[in-house]
Each structure stands twice: as structure tokens, then as C-alpha cells.
């Protein structure tokens, strides 16, 4: 099955959603993603998850 490769203008909007994602985690991280309650739910979903993510794998780890 050959693959074609993307279009400029494919490779061009993934970059972008790739730096608008990262963009967004350092936002959360910092709290500067809103104060509705839809960016306070968004912050406490990704806090929460970043926590548990890191106590699994401190438990793997040691």
C-alpha cells in the first residue's frame, strides 16, 4: 500500500495544533486558562490526573 505523503498546508495546521496543546498544558499548569467554571473544572481534571499519573508511577518505579 503506498502512503502519500501530506500536504504543506496538513503539515502546517498539525504543527499548530501541537503548539496550541502544549501552549495550553503550561497554561493549566500555571492556572491562566480562565476562571469559568468550565477552565476550574478543566484545571481540576488535569491536576488530578497529573497527580495520580505520577503516584502510579512512582509505585512501578520503587
Not at 501530506?6 to 496550541?20: G, M, S
Not at 493549566?28 to 499519573?53: I, P, S, T
Request: proline share 0%; glycine share 6%.
Amino acid at each position: 500500500m503506498k502512503h502519500n505523503a501530506l500536504h504543506q498546508w496538513q503539515k502546517d495546521h498539525n504543527k499548530r495544533i501541537t503548539d496550541f496543546h502544549k501552549n495550553h498544558a503550561l497554561e493549566l499548569e500555571r492556572g491562566e486558562n480562565g476562571n469559568g467554571l468550565l477552565a476550574k473544572w478543566e484545571r481540576f481534571v488535569y491536576n488530578k490526573g497529573k497527580a495520580l499519573f505520577k503516584a502510579i508511577n512512582q509505585t512501578f518505579i520503587n
